[in-house]
């Protein structure tokens, strides 16, 4: 009984470890997540069914009428859904715009740029980039090596402007391709009375 008592402990440390490991490799993997994130930023792979978190999927004249600055869109892009954030004041909430292509926007206001060079060296994928004289940072469509697993990640441009962080995601297009469109966004901030906008019926 002892020899298989013996066993049977030996058997339960063995399960013990495997399961430590387990977690320790998950904390990694969530770490990593963590770590394709920086302040103000989105993550590098939004989730295209819920692109920011607490949000409500809107009609395009409804969103605008939710915020206070004027909603940027590329000039050539047709809207296919739009989402504000639920919380925060009007002239602070976040808004996401899927397009007819496979193009995300996503808009954040903040008061002050990123630093541009931190969020680099958090994402290395990311390099410095240049919209109509807006510094911010890019990356083409691409995986990312962690633990030995493959995560794949969009290509991105995010730039600021007038107290809005804007990114353009997409699975597809090339950062040249993705600059080319950010150069079409119309100007990010200007300020929309709330009481002439026009609304329509969802």
Do not use: C
């Amino acid at each position: 009984m002892r020899f298989n008592r013996g066993i049977i402990l030996g058997i339960l440390i063995l399960a013990v470890l495997a399961l430590l490991g387990t977690i320790s490799l998950e904390n990694k993997e969530i770490e990593f997540s963590r770590s394709m994130q920086t302040e103000y930023a989105e993550p590098i792979s939004p989730r295209i069914d819920a692109p920011i978190p607490n949000a409500e999927k809107l009609s395009v004249s409804e969103a605008q009428s939710r915020v206070t600055y004027e909603i940027p869109v590329p000039s050539d892009l047709g809207i296919s859904d739009i989402w504000v954030s639920k919380n925060g004041i009007p002239s602070e909430k976040s808004v996401a715009v899927k397009f007819n292509n496979d193009v995300l926007l996503i808009v954040h206001h903040i008061d002050t740029p990123p630093d541009w060079d931190q969020i680099i060296t958090s994402v290395p994928q990311l390099v410095k980039i240049n919209v109509n004289g807006n510094p911010g940072v890019g990356t083409n469509p691409g995986h990312t090596t962690s633990n030995g697993r493959n995560f794949p990640h969009p290509g991105s441009v995010g730039w600021w402007v007038d107290g809005l962080r804007i990114t353009i995601y997409s699975d597809t297009l090339s950062l040249d391709a993705l600059l080319k469109i950010a150069e079409t966004v119309l100007p990010a901030s200007t300020p929309v009375d709330k009481e002439s906008v026009e609304t329509e019926t969802p």
